[in-house]
């Protein structure tokens, strides 16, 4: 990834981690307000839009990306405990870019999620909650006309979540987390691609993600709704190699490189 993505990265987490600290403050500083922000039960259905921009090795897949994602939260009434389970889908039409030609591609992307949280409330006005899980993310990138791929992996995040009462049917909320992959395979199907057949499966040892969004929601009678910008980065190594034939007859160890991911967004919220 170039250094203008980098850079672009780390401009938005910071702008990310401002809000955090400001805003929340923000809020303190106002009247207080009984709001619902440690509601027992709570369920949160999402729709987002997102740039996608993949690099590897003189590869890139880049696109606009969309889909669903659902999120079920629950606080304990007598321990400040917190359990989130969140699940969530994407897919798009890409372009596959390698050695200055362009290929259509089909993406999806699939998280699935279980948090366990501490809640810490400050002033009945601020929830701040840290936490911690397992996680699973699959990727696949299908090329017209020329290999396939995909990449699953599990991860252990931990973050920390703010939650704060701007009036009483608003609430704001942030979200800074850090991603350590633990263990993973990425698999091509090559399909002839590059004078290779047949199917390579690699192991993906080790990679780190971040992730940061903001929030806002209006609470209605029956249901709230809201906006959250976000924006999310992976870094995943190289992998081991796996031995391919190649259309000649001879055998090649392959092995993937490091590869770089950067989405950002925004979700339309409906929270129940």
Not at 57 to 68: F, K, N, R, S, T
Not at 76 to 104: N, Q
């Amino acid at each position: 990834m170039t250094n203008c993505m980098e850079n672009a990265v780390i401009r938005k987490v910071l702008i990310l981690v401002a809000l955090t600290i400001i805003l929340p403050g923000s809020a303190l500083a106002q009247q207080e307000h009984s709001s619902m922000l440690l509601k027992e039960s709570s369920m949160v259905i999402r729709d987002s839009i997102a740039s996608f921009d993949f690099e590897a090795g003189g590869e890139e897949v880049e696109g606009l990306m969309h889909g669903p994602a659902v999120t079920y939260t629950y606080h304990d009434a007598y321990y400040p405990l917190m359990a989130r389970g969140e699940f969530e889908i994407m897919f798009g039409s890409t372009d596959f870019k390698r050695d200055g030609g362009s290929s259509d591609s089909d993406d999806i992307i699939i998280n699935a999620r279980g948090l366990l949280g501490y809640d810490i409330l400050y002033h009945d006005n601020l929830v701040l909650t840290p936490y911690t899980g397992l996680a699973m993310r699959y990727w696949s990138n299908n090329v017209s006309g020329a290999r396939d791929q995909s990449q699953s992996y599990y991860y252990i995040p931990l973050g920390v979540e703010t939650q704060s009462s701007l009036m009483p049917t608003v609430d704001f909320g942030t979200r800074l987390e850090a991603d350590y992959v633990f263990n993973g395979t990425a698999t091509t199907d090559f399909e002839g691609d590059g004078g290779r057949s047949g199917k390579a499966d690699n192991d993906l040892d080790f990679g780190y993600g971040l992730r940061a969004s903001v929030y806002i929601s209006k609470q209605f009678e029956a249901v709230g709704l809201g906006l959250e910008p976000f924006v999310r980065y992976w870094n995943v190594e190289g992998s081991d190699g796996d031995w391919v034939r190649r259309n000649d007859g001879t055998f090649e160890n392959f092995s993937t490189q490091r590869g770089e991911t950067l989405i950002w967004g925004a979700s339309l919220t409906v929270h129940f």
